[in-house]
């Protein structure tokens, strides 16, 4: 198997990377540990945002499909910080996780010269001019002219959840463990860096008067500059607050979190090289 361009991993970065580099007419391989997961959406459902949403739309005006497909399976639009001065407007819609994830899917199998493998990478192989491929778990090797790794939170990933520690990428989902031996031998240096979450809710089990209600925008936008169309329905955001006494609560166990007892930091990055100096000691 012979690739011009390999990508490593299906979520939002792999899906664009690998749709890009198709659709510009290389022969191109996306390889990713779970065929289901595909554009899978790993915290909340939400595109953009601060800070984001001009990214996800300049992704649209490149010619990707984050926003195309945002726009497609939105259930709310929100035009974030309005109350400020147009260029601190964000655009951010809250998407049908589920229905994101299959568009993403049936987005990528119409694209031409794209094909997909469900597997681990392993490994990269390099030799004197560079890359070379990678080496999937179950052996077999793939040669490709370039690899691009979107691998996200996998890479050797750790899960703290309470005093509890378990590797993992994702809630149920194993971590990636050979690439990043891979790389440090390749003279890169790794570390680890942190996400949070909120907790999943059953929605069934919530007393919503008990919340304070965020509707979507009157006059709802989109993402894309394609002709997606805005949404006609909306669902609403459901707020809370936390009180003094939960405030509470959480500093009597600051010292069993992970947050602040020093267990992850101590499995940081002891030092973040930049992205010149990575260039170089590969190179070298
Ligand atoms: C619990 C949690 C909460 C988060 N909260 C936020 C948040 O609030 N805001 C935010 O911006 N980000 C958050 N993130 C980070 C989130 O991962 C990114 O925002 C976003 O998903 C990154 O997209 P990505 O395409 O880079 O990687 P991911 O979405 O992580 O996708 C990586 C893909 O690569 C595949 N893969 C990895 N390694 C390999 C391998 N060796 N071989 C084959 N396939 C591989 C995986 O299966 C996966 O499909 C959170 C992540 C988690 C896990």
């Not at 390999?6 to 664009?16: K, N, P, R, T």
């Not at 996200?152 to 990043?180: C, D, P, Y």
């Not at 009157?218 to 997606?228: L, M, N, V």
Request: aromatic fraction near 6%; proline fraction near 4%.
């Amino acid at each position: 198997m012979k690739y011009d361009v390999i990508v490593v991993g299906a979520g939002h970065a792999g899906c664009e990377a690998a749709s890009a580099a198709a659709r510009m007419g290389s022969k191109t391989l996306l390889i990713t540990m779970n065929m289901q997961t595909i554009g899978q959406m790993s915290c909340n459902p939400a595109m953009g945002g601060v800070a984001k949403g001009q990214i996800v739309r300049e992704i649209d005006a490149l010619g990707g499909f984050s926003g195309i497909i945002s726009d497609e399976t939105a259930i709310q639009f929100r035009m974030l910080n309005r109350s400020k001065g147009p260029a601190m407007w964000s655009p951010r819609v809250q998407s049908d996780r589920w229905r994101f994830a299959e568009q993403w899917r049936l987005t990528l199998e119409q694209i031409e010269n794209l094909h997909f493998i469900q597997s681990t990478v392993d490994a990269v192989t390099t030799d004197a001019s560079g890359i070379t491929g990678v080496i999937l778990q179950n052996g077999v090797s793939v040669e490709g002219h370039s690899v691009v790794l979107t691998s996200g939170t996998f890479l050797n990933g750790v899960m703290h959840i309470g005093e509890r520690q378990m590797t993992g990428g994702r809630s149920s989902e194993g971590s990636a463990k050979g690439i990043t031996g891979c790389l440090n031998t390749l003279g890169f240096e790794s570390g680890r860096m942190k996400t949070g979450t909120p907790p999943r809710l059953d929605g069934r089990s919530l007393d919503y008067s008990k919340f304070e209600e965020q509707k979507g925008d009157e006059k709802p936008g989109k993402f894309s500059f394609t002709d997606t169309k805005p949404l006609t329905k909306q669902r609403s955001c459901w707020i809370s607050h936390t009180s003094e006494e939960v405030h509470d609560t959480l500093r009597a166990s600051f010292d069993r979190s992970p947050l602040f007892n020093g267990a992850i930091q101590s499995s940081g990055p002891r030092y973040c090289p930049s992205i010149e100096d990575k260039i170089n000691r590969f190179r070298r």
